[in-house]
C-alpha cells in the first residue's frame, strides 16, 4: 500500500525497516532516529509502518495524513505467517542483508509473535492517537479491510 500510493502521489517511499536494520546479525543504526528526523522534515514523503516506538511521536507530529490498515487479526496473520514462512524457505535476503531463520520464529521479536501479541494494543494506541488534539490538523484514513483499502487506493 504504502509503495503503491508514494508512486501514485510522486512522493518518496521510506521501508522503515531497512532504516532500521542496516548490516547482517539484523545490527540496527545507531542513528536510525535521526535518519528518520531527517526524512521526516522534508517537504513529501510516504513511509511504510505504524513505526518503531523511538520515531513514532517524530513521524506523527510531521505527518499530515495517516492511512490505517485496521485489518483483523483474521487478515493479518495468515499474511503475515505467509511472508515469514516464504522468506525463511526461500532464505531470501531482507534489511541488512539478514535472512529470516527457522530459530527466529521463537523469538517474541518475530513478525508473527509481535502481530498476534500487539494487534490489540496497537489498535488501541493509534486509535488515541487519531483523537489525540495534540496531533491535529493530522488526518486518519482507516480501512477496516483490504478490498475498501485497494478501491480508495485506486481512487488516488
Not at 37 to 47: D, I, N
Amino acid at each position: 500500500m504504502a509503495r503503491a500510493l508514494a508512486s501514485r502521489l510522486r512522493l518518496p517511499f521510506h521501508e522503515m525497516d531497512s532504516l532500521k536494520f542496516v548490516g547482517p546479525g539484523w545490527a540496527t543504526d545507531p542513528d536510525f532516529r535521526g535518519r528518520v528526523a531527517a526524512l521526516a522534515s522534508t517537504p513529501g514523503w510516504v513511509f511504510d509502518s505504524y513505526g518503531y516506538p523511538e520515531v513514532r511521536d517524530l513521524l506523527w507530529s510531521h505527518a499530515d495524513t495517516v492511512i490505517w490498515l485496521d485489518y483483523p487479526r483474521s487478515v493479518v496473520m495468515p499474511r503475515i505467517l505467509s511472508r515469514s514462512a516464504r522468506r525463511t524457505l526461500h532464505r531470501e535476503r531482507i534489511f541488512g542483508g539478514n535472512v529470516e531463520a527457522l530459530a527466529d520464529w521463537f523469538s517474541a521479536d518475530h513478525p508473527a509473535w509481535s502481530a498476534w501479541s500487539q494487534h490489540a494494543s496497537r489498535r488501541t494506541e493509534i486509535a488515541r492517537r487519531a483523537t489525540d488534539p495534540g496531533f491535529a490538523p493530522l488526518r486518519v484514513v482507516r480501512f477496516r479491510s483490504p478490498r475498501r483499502a485497494a478501491a480508495w487506493l485506486r481512487s488516488v
